[in-house]
């Protein structure tokens, strides 16, 4: 029996924490427009957008290769900006016998984060290279988060050029 290992990593974001959360356990969907090379699409299978026990179908880009993940909505935290997904089936647990996936939007000052990520997660197989396939998984997940930040601040950007020229 293997034994439940953890990867943390975290990144800072030119976007609101509340927003970043919104995003992710609400509107998960909108990460494929913010990292579209990553993320190819988010379907919802079962439940409701952004509502625990909903269950997500993600097709990704990890590593060059193109990959499935059916995950449940686990946990929400709203006071808190968490969001924990637990993955069902697909490529992740090829090698693994659970997956869980959580995101933390830290607030850092007015308009900006920090994203904090754990990987929780138990291997199939002791022999597996340590910590090689989750670290990579964990670059994807910082990697689309500072996508999701830009492409945030963007949409603020274009938002504010619209409501100017509405108003001029």
Known sequence: ?????KLEAEVEINSPASKLHQTFHARPYHMCNASPNKLQSCKLLEGEWGKIGSVLLWNFVHDGK???S?????????????????VLEGDILKDHKSFKI???GIPKGKEKSVVHWTLEYEKKHDKLIP????????????????DLGAHLVKMES???ALLSSVAA
Do not use: H, P, R, W
Not at 1 to 5: A, F, I, Q, T
Not at 70 to 86: G, P, Q, R, S
Not at 131 to 146: F, G, I, P, T, W
């Open 1 to 5: 029996m293997g034994c439940l290992e």
């Open 66 to 68: 193109t990959c499935v």
């Open 70 to 86: 059916k995950e449940l909505i686990e946990a929400i935290d709203e006071e808190n900006n968490l969001v924990t997904f637990k």
């Open 102 to 104: 959580t995101m933390q």
């Open 131 to 146: 910590n090689s396939y989750e670290s990579s998984v964990m670059q994807l997940c910082v990697d689309v988060a500072k």
């Open 158 to 160: 274009n938002q504010e």
